[in-house]
């Protein structure tokens, strides 16, 4: 059995452009392929390969009788390329994960397909595998009926890995969100009452991380880590005894509601535990069209309000942004622009509306006839603006909001606005170790080179440098070089080649597998921003 998790798709999210300088090799490893993994039988014979860390061999495809992979709408492209090569090298293919559960339909060509999270579906596909690893004349489906508990899931085959390849590494603890908003597939793919994984099963796969090599911050890939607040102050008073027993060896980030806000429990328990990023969905300043995309949460809060009140606990909020909604007009460019002005958020993806399959807003146009299948468009939307309109846009909004100095100087923002107010860390055996210490000196270098030194913005970089290490924000300064080189680097292919206007869609081009040289550094603990949506696709489903 070979698993295969296939490459992620170049975008705001992934940081890519980081990783020569950081010593890393990809941005976060696969949880829901590594979790199947380790659902298999243990007497089964099995490879796992990371496209992200290193390209499929010719060898490995000979070496499978069976080739599974996973992957969500956006990988769509890659997916298909690895099936139709694994085919052709004799193996019988399996496909599961978010995609195929949204729209099975978009994958004729797979041998097998799982349909739906870990549960009955899985272990039939595993007795039809003991019985037999022949091809099937037609496709077979196995759809889940009965979900496998969270708590029962196995343990990610972490030991396949070396996590200081990865910028980050993953935990799932919840799934599903209580919320109804339009254009997300999560509540129908993984229902609307979150569950979770017990505190000691959460921070026993914190331990199995670490034993295969520390890359310093740990992201929750849930839905919505605070979906569960009862549950979420039990998980986050666990992690703060886990933390402090081991010296703080991680940084935390989660994805979450912007109304958590309205919870200062779970945010101190947060600052304690060392959350240091928290990617909402803030979508819109606009309260109408919050209101009319069914994201109500967010209409009855003020955001800025809300994204001052994450920073006063040391939480660097991401956020995502859409254009292209109903209710947007040719000023809406100018009001997001305001916003991130007035929030000083530094990183917001921002994304043209796609409808997903199995969400209300795919519902919803196709019934007006507004789904399109246009090969070239960057959505499947017929938006109610001129789509030139909407593209030109959201090039003014990237070229705006990722101009050095517009990022950089809010960069300085979370310098002077958050970092102080996180927790003070120990200077443990876990932070502060010959390791750590050879990797940030590699880093630094390598920063000081590439930005301070080659970067045609090294002006506004030197300004800001100045301006963290006035105020003892060493780790600040990283964070903030690393994570703005990839956003002005990438802004400036998207709005050169077209880039990346709809994360989610389908025809996003096929990325290359990553062939950078191996190194021993990493990022050595400090603060990296928290990815974008992407991260679904490390969902520890099927």
């Known amino acids: 059995m070979l698993c295969v998790a296939p490459a992620y798709t170049h975008s705001f999210g992934t940081f890519d452009h980081a990783f020569p300088l950081l010593g890393v090799r990809a941005f976060m490893p696969c949880q829901g392929i590594l979790t199947v993994a380790g659902h298999l039988p243990a007497h089964w014979d099995v490879r796992f390969v990371d496209e992200n860390v290193a390209p499929l061999d010719d060898e490995d495809?000979?070496?499978a009788d069976v080739v599974m992979t996973t992957g969500m709408h956006v990988q769509r492209a890659r997916i298909d390329a690895l099936v139709r090569r694994a085919r052709a090298a004799g193996a019988l293919t399996v496909l599961g994960g978010p995609s195929?559960?949204?729209e099975p339909a978009w994958y004729p060509e797979p041998d097998i397909l799982h349909v739906g999270e870990l549960g009955d579906a899985t272990d039939q596909i595993v007795a039809r595998l003991e019985r037999s690893v022949a091809p099937p004349e037609e496709q077979e489906v196995y759809v889940t009926?009965?979900?496998?508990?969270?708590?029962?899931?196995?343990?990610?085959a972490y030991h396949f890995l070396h996590m200081r390849d990865y910028l980050i590494a993953s935990v799932q603890w919840s799934s599903g969100c209580p919320y109804r908003c339009e254009f997300c597939d999560i509540p129908e793919l993984y229902g609307r009452k979150p569950r979770v994984k017990s505190p000691a099963r959460v921070t026993a796969e914190l331990d199995a991380i670490l034993a295969n090599g520390n890359p310093g911050v740990v992201y929750f890939v849930d839905d919505n880590f605070v979906g569960n607040p009862k549950a979420a102050v039990e998980l986050l008073e666990e992690l703060v005894r886990w933390q402090e027993e081991r010296g703080f060896p991680v940084a935390f980030c989660c994805e979450g509601t912007l109304n958590a806000?309205?919870?200062?429990?779970?945010?101190?328990?947060?600052?304690?535990?060392?959350?240091?990023?928290?990617?909402c969905g803030i979508e819109t300043p606009d309260k109408e069209a919050l209101r009319e995309m069914k994201k109500t949460q967010n209409a009855t809060l003020e955001i800025i309000d809300a994204v001052e009140t994450f920073n006063s606990y040391g939480l660097e909020v991401v956020s995502g942004i859409i254009v292209g909604l109903d209710s947007d007009t040719p000023d809406s460019y100018d009001a997001i622009l305001e916003f991130i002005d007035a929030s000083q958020i530094p990183l917001l993806t921002m994304?043209?509306?796609?409808?997903?399959?199995?969400?209300p807003l795919w519902r919803r146009l196709e019934e007006a006839g507004r789904i399109l299948d246009e090969p070239g468009r960057v959505s499947n939307v017929d938006f109610l603006l001129p789509y030139d309109t909407v593209l030109e846009g959201w090039r003014r909004l990237v070229r705006g909001a990722y101009e050095p100095a517009a990022v950089l100087g809010r960069f300085r923002h979370q310098i002077v606005h958050t970092y102080p107010n996180r927790r003070e860390l120990p200077n443990s055996r876990a932070r502060l170790n010959?390791?750590?210490?050879?990797?940030?000196?590699?880093?630094?270098?390598?920063?000081?080179?590439?930005?301070?030194?080659r970067s045609d913005y090294r002006r506004e970089f030197w300004r800001t440098a100045a301006f963290a290490l006035r105020r003892g924000q060493i780790e600040g300064l990283i964070n903030a070089a690393m994570v703005s080189h990839h956003l002005i680097s990438f802004s400036r292919e998207a709005v050169r080649d077209g880039g990346e206007a709809a994360f989610y869609s389908p025809d996003t081009p096929v990325p290359t597998a990553s062939r950078s040289p191996r190194t021993a550094a990493s990022n050595g603990g400090e603060s990296i921003a928290g990815p974008s949506p992407s991260s679904h696709v490390s969902r520890s489903g099927a």
């Open 61 to 63: 495809l000979r070496w």
């Open 100 to 102: 195929v559960s949204g």
């Open 145 to 156: 009926e009965d979900r496998l508990p969270l708590e029962e899931f196995p343990m990610p």
């Open 261 to 279: 806000a309205k919870r200062p429990r779970i945010l101190a328990l947060m600052r304690e535990a060392n959350f240091q990023t928290i990617f």
């Open 351 to 359: 994304n043209v509306l796609y409808a997903l399959p199995r969400t």
């Open 434 to 453: 010959a390791a750590n210490i050879k990797r940030g000196l590699a880093i630094t270098g390598r920063m000081l080179w590439n930005i301070g030194l």
